[in-house]
């Protein structure tokens, strides 16, 4: 089982990249890697048991995640459970705290590789270094759609 973390400080207040945050079924508005997310009908909007499904920029690529925990105002966790992606047991945090910057971003991921050892030595050559740049650049997808949403309301 991999875990990768990432953080990073947004000049926003952390009510505001909540209010991006909670819009569960609208992730790729701040996810530069994917080209549309939708809310998958009969489920909550957001909460515990909501489900989106995310369709990744490579045309081919696709996940259905659902909320396992939601802390209102702090965090969420999500569980893929259905998806073309090589790994499987894949849990994702996206958490926000206020500090003296404005606010901190986190991202957390834990999953395992598909393909047993192939698979695992795939992780340590590739997957991981990709998985983390993916995770870099929500984060940024985040930062600046909480600025703009700062300066849309000056």
Request: charged letters at 25%; one cysteine or more; glycine letters at 8%.
């Amino acid at each position: 089982m991999t875990t990768l973390r990432v953080e990073l400080n947004i000049a926003a207040d952390a009510g505001v990249v909540w209010a991006l945050l909670k819009d569960f079924q609208h992730i790729a508005a701040f996810n530069p890697n994917l080209s549309r997310s939708i809310h998958i009908d009969g489920t909550p909007r957001e909460g515990v048991g909501a489900e989106r499904r995310c369709e990744l920029k490579d045309g081919r690529n696709w996940i259905d995640e659902r909320v396992v925990d939601w802390r209102t105002g702090e965090s969420y966790t999500v569980e893929i459970y259905a998806g073309t992606m090589p790994i499987r047991e894949v849990r994702t945090t996206l958490a926000v705290s206020p500090n003296r910057a404005g606010s901190r971003a986190i991202m957390q991921i834990t999953y395992t590789p598909k393909f047993g050892p192939v698979g695992h030595l795939l992780d340590l050559l590739l997957l991981r270094g990709k998985m983390k740049e993916l995770m870099e650049s929500v984060l940024e997808g985040l930062r600046q759609k909480s600025v703009e949403s700062l300066l849309a309301n000056d």
